[in-house]
């Protein structure tokens, strides 16, 4: 059984970094086909995928995020990483890592609010 465990500050002050961490088990990460997915939900509006890491390490972005995301991944840890820059109080969101395998998203994790306030 797949389990992903998002962890990270609750509150990120305005024009700071945000930073997540995804630790993944029961699946490495770096087994084929699979894709990670950081996505985000604000209140009251629908799912916004940010980026993912394919299970050879290539990284994709939304083009909206690509300045402002990085993604990034440490196999030995089996964990992937969300950092993203300047952020304003429109970043204030859940924040979700998923497994994507042949274009279905598998396995959730339970997700990490995230606010950004002074």
């Known amino acids: 059984q797949v389990q992903l465990e998002e962890s990270g500050p609750g509150l990120v002050q305005p024009s700071q970094t945000l930073s997540l961490t995804c630790t993944v088990s029961?699946?490495?990460?770096?087994?084929?086909?699979?894709?990670w997915f950081w996505i985000r939900q604000a209140r009251g509006k629908g799912l916004e995928f940010i980026g993912a890491?394919?299970?050879?390490?290539?990284?994709y972005y939304n083009p909206f995020f690509r300045t402002r995301a990085s993604i990034s991944r440490d196999t030995f840890k089996n964990q992937i990483t969300l950092q993203m820059t300047s952020v304003t109080p429109e970043d204030t969101a859940v924040y979700y890592c998923?497994?994507?395998?042949?274009?279905?998203?598998?396995?959730w994790g339970q997700g990490t609010q995230v606010t950004v306030s002074p």
């Open positions: 998923a497994r994507d395998s042949d274009w279905v998203v598998r396995d």
């Open positions: 029961g699946e490495s990460i770096t087994t084929v086909y699979n894709d």
């Open positions: 890491t394919k299970w050879g390490g290539e990284i």
